[in-house]
């Protein structure tokens, strides 16, 4: 986020798109949306020690085994269905469903209709929250990394784009890059802090988590944050500042 967003803004900080290969492309079609009264039912505790054992898979036999372990689970019934619901979303952010492997690795077309839509939603979202930071100081740590490695191309960039005319100076592009070249900066040398925010009123997140067919693919959503600018920048004490929030952190702010 920039400087001169308006005070309410809103952004999607982990929108995750899950595009399937077309042999998966048929998971969860014809299946209903509306949530199942089973998939709320507790696993039995002999099934639980199944799925529960986190770790990554290696070798299709051991996802396929998982797979059908889960769809004989009512926890599942919904994700059976192509439906995400707070059940397995829990078991999903506590990490207490073994790591499914990623498309590139897996092709599920030879399961059933009910195990593809599981997979589909599960490892979906594995995939975003395993995005999200773990704590304040990881999510300090994330933002610090990204601003030092693509910030110098992208300022480059910028200044070749106004030198040339292709991005024109009355468009305030000094500015922008002015503004970068002091991001960049004060992340280099260490000047960037991270404050957790409880007030919903400065920073709000929505832990969304949704995993659905569009009948193209596969596509997710994590989070998304409304945050009130003036009253950040009046709190830090400085106009430079970032909100965001995520499931193991809580809202935040970083300021520079």
Same mark, same amino acid.
């Given at each position: 986020?920039?400087?001169?967003?308006?005070?309410?803004?809103?952004?999607?900080?982990?929108?995750?798109?899950?595009?399937?290969?077309?042999?998966?492309?048929?998971?969860?079609?014809?299946?209903?949306?509306?949530?199942?009264?089973?998939?709320?039912?507790?696993?039995?505790?002999?099934?639980?020690?199944?799925?529960? =054992? #986190? &770790? $990554? +898979?290696?070798? %299709?036999? !051991?996802?396929?085994?998982?797979?059908?372990?889960?769809? @004989?689970?009512?926890?599942?019934?919904?994700?059976?269905?192509?439906?995400?619901?707070?059940?397995?979303?829990?078991?999903?952010?506590?990490?207490?469903?073994?790591?499914?492997?990623?498309?590139?690795?897996?092709?599920?077309?030879?399961?059933?209709?009910?195990?593809?839509?599981?997979?589909?939603?599960?490892?979906?979202?594995?995939?975003?929250?395993?995005?999200?930071?773990?704590?304040?100081?990881?999510?300090?740590?994330?933002?610090?990394?990204?601003?030092?490695?693509?910030?110098?191309?992208?300022?480059?960039?910028?200044?070749?784009?106004? =030198? #040339? &005319? $292709? +991005?024109?100076? %009355?468009? !305030?592009?000094?500015?922008?890059?002015?503004?970068?070249? @002091?991001?960049?900066?004060?992340?280099?040398?260490?000047?960037?802090?991270?404050?957790?925010?409880?007030?919903?009123?400065?920073?709000?997140?929505?832990?969304?988590?949704?995993?659905?067919?569009?009948?193209?693919?596969?596509?997710?959503?994590?989070?998304?944050?409304?945050?009130?600018?003036?009253?950040?920048?009046?709190?830090?004490?400085?106009?430079?500042?970032?909100?965001?929030?995520?499931?193991?952190?809580?809202?935040?702010?970083?300021?520079?």
């Amino acid at each position: 986020m920039r400087i001169g967003y308006p005070a309410s803004h809103q952004s999607d900080l982990a929108a995750l798109q899950l595009l399937r290969a077309a042999s998966s492309a048929k998971a969860g079609r014809g299946g209903s949306n509306a949530p199942s009264s089973t998939g709320f039912t507790a696993p039995t505790s002999s099934s639980l020690q199944t799925y529960s =054992a #986190s &770790g $990554t +898979l290696t070798g %299709s036999s !051991g996802t396929v085994a998982l797979l059908k372990t889960m769809a @004989a689970s009512g926890t599942f019934a919904n994700a059976a269905r192509g439906v995400v619901d707070d059940q397995v979303r829990a078991l999903v952010r506590d990490g207490k469903i073994a790591q499914l492997p990623p498309p590139k690795d897996f092709d599920p077309s030879g399961l059933s209709e009910a195990e593809q839509n599981i997979y589909h939603v599960v490892e979906g979202l594995q995939s975003l929250y395993d995005a999200q930071p773990k704590s304040l100081d990881d999510a300090l740590a994330s933002h610090v990394k990204v601003v030092v490695d693509s910030y110098p191309e992208m300022i480059a960039r910028m200044k070749d784009g106004l =030198a #040339s &005319g $292709t +991005l024109p100076e %009355s468009d !305030g592009w000094k500015e922008v890059i002015a503004k970068s070249e @002091a991001e960049l900066e004060a992340a280099q040398q260490g000047r960037m802090k991270i404050t957790g925010i409880d007030d919903p009123n400065l920073v709000h997140t929505t832990n969304e988590f949704t995993v659905a067919f569009d009948g193209i693919g596969w596509s997710g959503r994590g989070t998304s944050t409304k945050a009130n600018i003036p009253a950040l920048q009046q709190l830090t004490g400085t106009t430079n500042v970032l909100p965001g929030g995520g499931p193991y952190t809580g809202s935040y702010v970083i300021s520079w």
